[in-house]
């Protein structure tokens, strides 16, 4: 069974669209996070929630919104894309936070045209 | 800010050679530090380390930190193809903060 999975895999959309990721964790994880890697391969945190409230929120464009409808779901849902969004977005999980090993879902790379 | 800094950026093997990277880092209210492989997609763990002087091994891996020089080492040993990977060093150093904070890895190439 898959620890942390994310839908989709390959996003290719137009500047200007709304798409949402999905991820969700089957750990009994409380904390779960979305990190952005960019073509550089550089992974920076976008937000973490514990718990389902928002611990972190670093300085990412409003145009981006976690929802976490329950522990065990994370999702990211952009509006307006941009071009500058395209990179590969990774949600992971941890047990508790601080410190604690977070697990990665697979990424979804996302490409916006 | 803290800050995690990770060298060599990349470095190119033969197989059978060893390998040491290196992680060296500033951070305030220091947690632990973890080490991360990626290969194609997501980061898989490796260690985590919060005490200083204590090595931890995975069969050909190893890795150790020094909490008074701020930076730990990740070895391998007898190095194979399947060890090509970027690998990645994070270090919880907020209080208060869930987050990691991320080096920007090392690209190791093992060739046969």
């Known amino acids: 069974d898959t620890a942390v999975s994310q839908t989709p895999k390959y996003l290719v959309t137009q500047m200007g669209n709304d798409k949402s990721i999905k991820c969700e964790q089957n750990?009994?994880?409380?904390?779960m996070y979305w990190y952005k890697q960019d073509s550089k391969k550089f992974l920076k945190i976008m937000f973490s929630y514990n718990n389902k409230e928002l611990i972190i929120n670093e300085t990412v464009p409003n145009r981006f919104s976690p929802k976490s409808p329950d522990k065990a779901h994370l999702n990211l849902h952009i509006n307006s894309l941009e071009l500058g969004d395209s990179a590969v977005y990774f949600c992971?999980?941890?047990?508790?936070?601080?410190?604690?090993?977070?697990?990665f879902g697979p990424g979804t790379r996302l490409t916006v045209l | 800010e803290d800050k995690v800094v990770q060298s060599p950026l990349s470095l190119v093997v033969h197989e059978g050679d060893t390998v040491t990277l290196n992680c060296s880092y500033e951070?305030?209210?220091?947690?632990?530090l973890l080490w991360y492989k990626q290969e194609k997609k997501a980061p898989t763990f490796l260690f985590m380390l919060?005490?200083?002087?204590i090595e931890k091994k995975s069969g050909r891996l190893s890795s150790i930190l020094d909490k008074k020089e701020l930076f730990s080492i990740l070895n391998i040993t007898a190095t194979q193809t399947g060890d090509s990977a970027v690998y990645l060093c994070a270090v919880d150093g907020q209080g208060g903060s869930e987050k990691l904070v991320f080096g920007k890895g090392t690209k190791l190439t093992v060739n046969p």
């Open positions: 951070v305030t209210n220091f947690r632990s």
């Open positions: 919060t005490s200083s002087g």
């Open positions: 992971a999980s941890s047990h508790r936070g601080r410190g604690d090993t977070q697990y």
């Open positions: 750990l009994g994880h409380d904390t």
